[in-house]
């Protein structure tokens, strides 16, 4: 009797892991990366010291094509989360980011609320690449979309003395169901 409790909970312990190992396994099979570029442009025009937003133009997803091109579709979107906000400087070229105190990134829709996406404070003045810091909402509604606003409010510590061109890279976690 005892050796048949021992065998059943050797092979429930190995069940158990299989299962388990199984599901990470499919989790990965059904998480992928999307995509999202803009361009900003800060004017010479900002005031120094106070928050200030920046136009940003309105971004098209493009998920349902990405979505497509991962097997899976935007109504089978489980999960959405920013892993990555860029910025990297892009005209004039030799310009770094000592201009910037900080700033804080905005996500909307016309149907969904906004929220805080992405910021940074006490910016390093020495770089013309930063990487902002990701929040941890759920953005499921905005990529579902087709496409989103970003709001940017910026505040300077130094005034701007020519327009400032910014690439803005944004990279998503996507997790979803097969379709």
């Known amino acids: 009797m005892k050796n048949s409790k021992t065998t059943f909970l050797?092979?429930?312990?190995?069940?158990?892991?299989?299962?388990?190992?199984?599901?990470?396994?499919?989790?990965e099979?059904?998480?992928?990366?999307?995509?999202?570029?803009?361009?900003?442009?800060?004017?010479?025009?900002?005031?120094?010291?106070?928050p200030f937003e920046i136009p940003t133009p309105?971004?098209?997803t493009g998920s349902e094509e990405q979505m497509s091109n991962n097997n899976s579709s935007t109504d089978l979107i489980k999960d959405v989360l920013l892993t990555s906000f860029n910025m990297k400087i892009k005209d004039p070229s030799?310009?770094?980011?000592?201009?910037?105190?900080s700033i804080h990134i905005y996500i909307s829709t016309n149907s969904s609320d906004e929220i805080e996406l992405a910021y940074k404070e006490n910016i390093d003045s020495g770089t013309n690449s930063i990487n902002l810091i990701t929040t941890t909402a759920k953005l499921?509604?905005?990529?579902?979309?087709?496409?989103?606003?970003?709001?940017?409010?910026?505040?300077?510590k130094e005034t701007v003395t020519q327009d400032i061109t910014i690439e803005i890279n944004m990279e998503y976690k996507i997790t979803a169901d097969l379709l």
């Open 140 to 156: 499921d509604k905005y990529i579902k979309a087709d496409k989103y606003k970003l709001r940017t409010e910026v505040t300077t």
């Open 29 to 50: 099979l059904l998480t992928f990366t999307i995509s999202n570029k803009t361009e900003i442009v800060i004017e010479t025009s900002i005031p120094i010291a106070l």
């Open 10 to 27: 050797l092979i429930f312990a190995i069940a158990v892991i299989a299962i388990n190992y199984s599901c990470d396994k499919i989790d």
């Open 58 to 60: 309105d971004i098209t």
């Open 94 to 101: 030799d310009k770094t980011f000592s201009f910037l105190k």
